[in-house]
């Protein structure tokens, strides 16, 4: 299987030439030129994730999905993530179906909790629930996209007792990936149900996670399904050297980091640990196209991957900087990665 090379982005708020927020109409514009861009370059894959704050402008990516879906060719499109637990599983079939028959079959849905918890009471959900919600609404998610007659029941709804969830795709197959931390529970889960996964490695070393991936592939062999994809998404940056990547990201980095981590209260990054970050052993795939290539190939072969997913977009990087990574990504970092794997 020949290895995808994407992108993601959450539609992150830059700042404009004054130094205040851009509108968030601006941002999903640029969005949309980026996945343009992407396309154009031949990328395998754009991602748009979901998020309910004020640091984001995406809140609906199936929406924007379909804007590109009708300004695309050939590229894939799809979620990360579309955050399932505040979210109606027939509903999400049908606007990522609608997508699909739109691009020609070329939509995919990632399903995950999502990093951040806002959309639980924007929604009225109980945050008491939480396991609860993503389990079976991952359940019913799986009975719909069998596009086969759905009898479901559960303890978070009414139960479904329907023929057919319409619109149906043109396959009858509409991809669905898992999006997954670093919880064993999450990857068996998804093996359950047959889906791919997409590690999410925003912290620390890609070969952390090498046992989690062992597990997938033991969870799928035991339970008698054939080997599925493995993804991984991870924010990065490419410029043309080393030192431009670093002194054009950290600015839009490090602040960005520490004001998760206020919210969160983890204890503040220096610039330090940030730039440890940016290394070999960091989650961070920022550098020279030489330099990210290299990285990617490692995390590949590590991991046994399938697809990689640069998280392109972080902070308040400008939309200029932005659509030069893209560049830089796909004429240069993708060819120097599959040269390095033997497919180019």
């Known amino acids: 299987m020949s290895l995808e090379l994407g992108l993601d982005t959450f539609g992150d708020i830059a700042n404009g030439p004054d130094g205040t927020p851009l509108h968030p109409a601006t941002v999903i514009r640029e969005v949309l030129a ?35 879906a009708g300004r695309t060719e050939r590229i894939r499109l799809g979620t990360s993530v579309t955050v399932l637990s505040s979210d109606d599983p027939i509903r999400v079939f049908q606007r990522f179906s609608t997508v699909d028959a739109i691009s020609g079959g070329r939509a995919e849905i990632t399903v995950g909790r999502g990093s951040f918890i806002e959309s639980f009471p924007l929604f009225g959900l109980d945050l008491g629930d939480y396991e609860t919600l993503f389990e079976e609404k991952l359940d019913l998610l799986a009975a719909v996209v069998a596009e086969q007659p759905v009898r479901w029941e559960g303890s978070i709804r009414p139960p479904v007792r329907v023929e057919k969830v319409m619109p149906a795709t043109e396959s009858g197959h509409l991809p669905v990936w898992v999006g997954v931390g670093g919880t064993p529970q999450s990857v068996v889960r998804a093996a359950h149900y047959g889906f791919p ?32 994809p493995i993804g991984v998404h991870s924010p990065g940056y490419v410029a043309a050297t080393d030192e431009q990547a670093s002194e054009e990201f950290m600015p839009h980095f490090l602040p960005y980091m520490n004001k998760l981590g206020r919210e ?81």
């Open 264 to 344: 969160r209260r983890w204890a503040p990054m220096g610039r330090e640990q940030a730039l440890q970050q940016l290394g070999p052993d960091g989650a961070v795939y920022c550098g020279s196209p030489e330099t990210v290539a290299a990285k990617i190939v490692d995390t590949v072969q590590v991991l046994g991957l399938s697809r990689f997913q640069l998280k392109y977009s972080f902070g308040t990087l400008p939309h200029d900087q932005r659509m030069e990574c893209i560049r830089l990504y796909a004429e240069e970092v993708v060819p120097l990665v599959r040269a390095q794997l033997g497919e180019g």
């Open 34 to 68: 980026e996945g343009e861009l992407a396309d154009r370059l031949g990328l395998d894959f754009f991602g748009i994730g979901e998020h309910h704050r004020d640091d984001y402008a995406v809140s609906a990516p199936d929406v924007l999905l379909a804007g590109l």
């Open 197 to 228: 996964v997409v590690i999410a490695i925003i912290g620390g070393s890609a070969r952390q996670f090498a046992p989690l991936a062992d597990l997938y592939r033991r969870a799928l062999s035991e339970m008698g399904k054939p080997e599925l």
